[in-house]
């Protein structure tokens, strides 16, 4: 929900209200210091009133206003908030609700949350705050994502509050909150105008600094304008002061942090080479030995330094621009209807599920639910990549973030805040850009190594051009190598490539929920896809029903079947149930993946599923339905077999054409299915796999990826999801189908949400070409430092030039991995 406010509207714009917004008090006569919130101009009493109210909503604590009892003057509390209430305010279950989600743990629940940190600045900065964070005694994991700034925490409510965690942030110097897209984008825009502010004073500085500096240069050595010469060097000083006391304070923050923490981050040495240059020139300027001045080469390397993260600022935005699109999917208002059929509009943080909501054409959907009157189609482009909208019509379930198109749509809500499908959608987006593959961990782990090895070899350096070579340039060969040898395009290799591929994959309609999974992804060398659901529409139809005993027809059997096919997800159990008419109730219904489900109706044991499952051998002649890929489900009554439902699905358009694109790139195609053996080997041959094996059960389909494993394949495992956890979990890679419900609890790593097959070929081609990318990156900037670092121990570099080549390293990283992403659509919104 997005929420701002400013602080000087028209007065004409303010809601007409008796009182405070704030505070409740009575706003008195004239007095006009209105806060805009939700959209609507609130009035407020006083000066002070506005500005607190003012820094809630813009800190993203406006829900503070829906979840208070009564105003602060009403209930006593102090009009100001301690801390504005921010990190109390968070622990609120009703605020949780919207950005926290619990799930069950073997020692009891835990809690994950989706946060955003402001004054993150480098590398460093993110190790700092996980090992910090981690480090607290409840916190089970804690991620962040260098390229967005989000981080993924989870931890368990009965060791520590929220409020703890965000406190653990601040008192090392950074600041968190819930993530909310509006937040997020005023925190952008506060980081992109205070970093323009910073670089416009080191701009003017420089020009400044670089016309006396020529005037020095030209003339050096003329001993009748030396007062003159003098003179420059202080208005010199007068004009760096500004750039090296205002400017490079990110730089001083971040190695103040790091050196607090006995940690040496990449900052540490630029902060050593601008504090020692400026106050070595500072000292010469004012000691009488002026002819060694280097305040043109602070301000430049200053400068360069600034421009180079404020590009690498909009590189990383510019990179995760396809994730942050979905954060615009959901609206912030609704309209809902009420008991009386009137609509009224409230905020979408406040819709509860059994609200009905209204939406008009060309409106996105405000959370997940079913239409239950009205008919139209809704485009799922946005959030799936699929261009054809699907029609809606009552009982068809609806995604929140997606766009109605023709008519108007009531829908009733089921889920909100953070158990939404596209909330599930970005939790997976969140865990796949803060979990580093193994050659980022290791950049990351050699960074304080490698910064400690330059700090000593430029004291040796320094020692060697003090007593050896040339006192006078000891200073400044240090500082070019300081400047220099700066890691920071190591600590961007890869971060950068990670989140330019995964916004590229997301629009393609391919959920990257595992970072690790693009570097497993190229030395995969087999393919193993189960049928139902993956290589299918997995919308089975009944084609025919066999009775085998005369005390039931086609319709009791296939009411029996369906009273225990409802408490099942798989898709055949699905294509029973609705068929079916009538069902009696079954009791003591237990279910078993793979196979089928179990019970009892009017005191008879049922059983319905596969041959495995029934308790005598089912009947096995030949296929008599009309479709010959059809496969048999039984059902059993008192232990005997008395029906058998023949269910065919029809195979995907893309299904061929993606096996054989697999194949082309030399992959091994595997069809692994619980379907008969025989069904199996048929479908397979119309698809062109070569290899087939049915009548697997979930425990069977692992057993068969472990073997491939112990020989040495790398296997990837595509199924449904449903009942395909097992194996998904222990192939080396695993993609799943994205089906709405199963969606959130996914334990894949990759989910297609288009349910479009033919990605899966274009998966591989990114991964490699990520893991390219990341090659280079790494290469270039541990050859760009090999080769700095001895150029300026030599003394041909000099400080502003160092400064130069260690900044256009950090944009060749950026540049080369932004290459990942495809040319911008010219419809993009």
Known sequence: MSQHAVNEPAPSEAAPEEHCFHCGLEVPPGADYPVEFEGTWRPTCCPGCQAVAGAIIERGLGSYYH??????????????????????????????????????????????????????TCAACVWLNERHVQALDGVEE?????????????WDPERLALSDILRAIRDIGYRAHP??????????????GLALRRLGVAALGMMQVM?????????????????????????????????????????????????????????VPVSIAIIATYLASVWAVFSGTGEH??????????????????????????????????????????????????????????????DRVQVRPGESVPADGVVVDGRSTVNRALLTGEPEPRPASAGTDVVGGTVNVESPLVVEVRRVGAETTLAAIQRLLDRAQTEKPRVARMAEAGTGWFVAAVLILTLLAGLVWYFLIDPARALWVMVAMLVATCPCALALATPVALTATTGTLTRDG??????????????????????????????PR???????????????????????????????????????????????????????????????????????????????????????????????????????????????????????ALQDRGLRVVLLTGDRPEAAASFAERLGIAEAHGGLSPDDKLAHVRERQARGECVLMAGEGVNDAPVLAGADVSLAMGGGSSLARTRADLVLLSD????????????????????????????YNVVALPVAASGILTPWLAALGMSLSSLLVVGNALRLRPPRPRDST
């Open 179 to 192: 993530y909310d897209p509006g937040t997020r984008e005023q925190a952008l825009a506060r980081e992109r």
């Open 510 to 539: 391919v959920l990257l929920t595992r970072g690790s999974a693009l570097e497993a992804l190229p030395g995969v060398t087999t393919v193993c896809l189960d049928k139902t659901g993956t290589l299918t529409e997995g919308r």
């Open 293 to 354: 001045v280097y305040f043109e080469s602070v301000v430049m390397f200053v400068f360069f330094l600034l421009t180079s993260r404020y590009l690498e600022l909009m590189a990383r935005q510019h990179a995760s621009e396809a994730v942050d699109r979905m954060d615009r999917l959901v609206p912030a208002i609704a309209r809902r209807v009420t008991a009386h059929g009137e609509t009224e509009s409230v905020p979408v943080a406040e819709l509860e599920p059994g």
């Open 67 to 120: 979840h208070r009892t009564a105003p602060p003057a009403a209930s006593g509390d102090s009009i100001v908030p301690d801390e504005l209430r921010e990190l109390e305010l968070f622990d609120a279950p009703a605020v949780q609700r919207q950005f926290v989600t619990a799930r069950e743990a073997a020692s009891g629940e835990r809690r994950e949350a989706s946060l955003i940190l402001e004054g993150i």
């Open 756 to 783: 479009r097959l033919d990605r899966l070929p274009g998966v591989f081609e990114r991964a490699g070409a990520t893991r390219h990318v990341i090659r280079q990156n790494i290469i270039w900037a541990i050859g």
């Open 542 to 660: 009944r084609v025919a029903t066999e009775v085998h005993d005369p005390a039931f027809d086609p319709g009791r059997a296939l009411a029996w079947a369906a009273a225990l096919e409802r408490h099942s997800e798989h898709p055949l159990a699905r294509a029973l149930v609705a068929e079916a008419g009538g069902q009696p109730v079954a009791a003591g219904v237990e279910n078993h993946p793979g196979e089928g489900l179990t019970g009892t109706i009017d005191g008879h044991p049922v059983a319905v599923g596969g041959a495995s499952l029934m308790p005598a051998v089912p009947p096995t002649g030949p296929n008599t339905s009309p479709d010959p890929l059809a496969s048999p489900v039984w059902l059993a009554v008192d232990g005997r077999v008395v029906a058998t439902f023949w269910l065919a699905d029809t195979p995907r358009a893309e299904a061929a054409d993606t096996v054989r």
């Open 211 to 267: 016309m006396l500096a020529v005037a020095l240069w030209l003339g050096e050595g003329d001993p009748q304008h030396e007062s003159i010469n003098d003179f420059m060097r202080l208005v010199a000083a007068i004009f760096a002061t500004p750039v090296v006391l205002y400017s490079a304070i990110p730089f001083y923050q971040s190695a103040w942090r790091d050196l607090r923490h006995r940690q040496l981050g990449m900052d």
């Open 142 to 154: 804690f991620r962040v994502n260098y390229s967005t700034h989000r981080a993924r925490v989870t």
